[in-house]
C-alpha cells in the first residue's frame, strides 16, 4: 500500500512538472501577443481560486483551525504569489530557455533549506543526485538553446525567475507539515484565496484593461492554458506528490521542467535532435532516482 502510495506521489510530480514545463513556451506566446505579465500573475490566481473554490464545494469539507487558516496566508504567500509573481514577471522580460535554466537552481535551495529548517541531512548520494540532474538539465538547454528561441535573456528576468525558486523552495521547507495536514482542495481554496486578496487590490486595473483588449482567440486559449492545465490541475498533482514525497525529492523534479519545454519546442519544428538530449535526459532522471533512494536513518520515506 505505501509503494502504491509513493508511486502515485511521484507520478502526479512528474505530471505537474510536465504542465508547469509546456505552460513556459506556452505564457511565453501569450505575453509576446498583448498579456501582461502582471494580467498573466493576475489571470492565474484568480481563475485557479474560482476553480479551486468551486470544485471545495463538491469535496469533503474539513475544519480548519483560525491558528491553520492564517499559516495559509504565509504559505500563499512564498508558495504561490511571490513564486509566481517573480516567475511569470521574469518570464515576461528574460527567454523561456533562461527561465528554464533557472528552474535548476530550486532543488539546491531545496536541499539547503530543508537541511536548515527541517534538519534533513545532506547525504553525499543526494548531492551527487542533484549535481547529476542540474548538469542533464543545462545540457539539454544549452545544447537546444540556438533551435529554440533567438531572443537573448534579461538579467532582469533571470534574477526574478532565481527568486522565485528560492521563494517556492522556502515554502516546501517552512510549511510541509499543513500540506500534510489537509486534503488537496483544502490546502488551495484557502491558499488561493489569499493570494487572490493580497494580488488584486494592485493589479485589478491592468486586468480589465487586458480583457477589454480584444485579444485572440488563440491568445485566450493558451491563458486558459496557463490557468486550467499550468495552475489549476497542475497544483493539484503538486500537493497531492508533496503530501508523500520529501521536499528535497519534489524540488528535483523541477529538472522535468526544461526537458519538456526544449521538447515541445522540437515537436513543432524549431528544435533539432541530438545525441546530447538522450545523455541529458539519462542524467536528469539518474539524478532524481538517486536523491529519491538516498534516506538517512529515521528519515522519513519518499
Known amino acids: 500500500m505505501k509503494d502504491n502510495k509513493s508511486i502515485v506521489a511521484h507520478l502526479s510530480m512528474f505530471g505537474a512538472c510536465a504542465g508547469w514545463g509546456l505552460m513556459a513556451p506556452v505564457g511565453k506566446e501569450a505575453m509576446l501577443h498583448g498579456v501582461s505579465g502582471l494580467s498573466m500573475v493576475t489571470f492565474r490566481v484568480v481563475g485557479a481560486c474560482f476553480l479551486f473554490l468551486l470544485a471545495s464545494l463538491f469535496t469533503p ?40 535554466i533557472v528552474t535548476t537552481s530550486m532543488p539546491i535551495f531545496a536541499m539547503l533549506l530543508s537541511a536548515m529548517i527541517l534538519k534533513e541531512p545532506i547525504t553525499g548520494k543526494k548531492a551527487v543526485g542533484v549535481l547529476m540532474g542540474c548538469s542533464g538539465a ?62 488584486l487590490p494592485f493589479t485589478l486595473s491592468e486586468a480589465y484593461a487586458t480583457v477589454d483588449a480584444g485579444l485572440s482567440v488563440k491568445t485566450w486559449l493558451e491563458v486558459g492554458y496557463v490557468v486550467g492545465v499550468g495552475t489549476f490541475l497542475c497544483y493539484i498533482l503538486s500537493m497531492i506528490g508533496q503530501r508523500t514525497l520529501r521536499p528535497t525529492v519534489v524540488s528535483v523534479y523541477n529538472y522535468v521542467q526544461p526537458i519538456v519545454s526544449v521538447f515541445a519546442s522540437l515537436v513543432i519544428g524549431v528544435g533539432v535532435l541530438k545525441i546530447t538530449h538522450a545523455i541529458a535526459v539519462m542524467l536528469v532522471f539518474s539524478g ?9 536513518k529515521n528519515s522519513t520515506p519518499t
Open 138 to 199: 543545462l545540457m539539454l538547454i544549452l545544447t537546444s538553446a540556438a533551435h529554440v528561441s533567438d531572443k537573448v535573456g534579461d538579467i532582469r528576468g533571470d534574477l526574478l525567475c532565481l527568486f522565485a525558486q528560492f521563494s517556492f523552495a522556502l515554502y516546501l521547507s517552512l510549511y510541509n507539515p499543513l500540506i500534510k495536514r489537509y486534503n488537496v482542495f483544502t490546502i488551495n481554496k484557502y491558499m488561493f484565496s489569499w493570494a487572490t486578496l493580497m494580488l
Open 61 to 100: 469539507r474539513e475544519q480548519v483551525p483560525v491558528r491553520d487558516k492564517f499559516r495559509f496566508a504565509g504559505a500563499a504567500l512564498f508558495g504561490l504569489l511571490l513564486n509566481q509573481c517573480c516567475y511569470t514577471m521574469g518570464l515576461s522580460f528574460t527567454s523561456p530557455i533562461n527561465a528554464s
Open 288 to 296: 532524481v532516482w538517486l536523491v529519491t533512494k538516498s534516506r538517512a
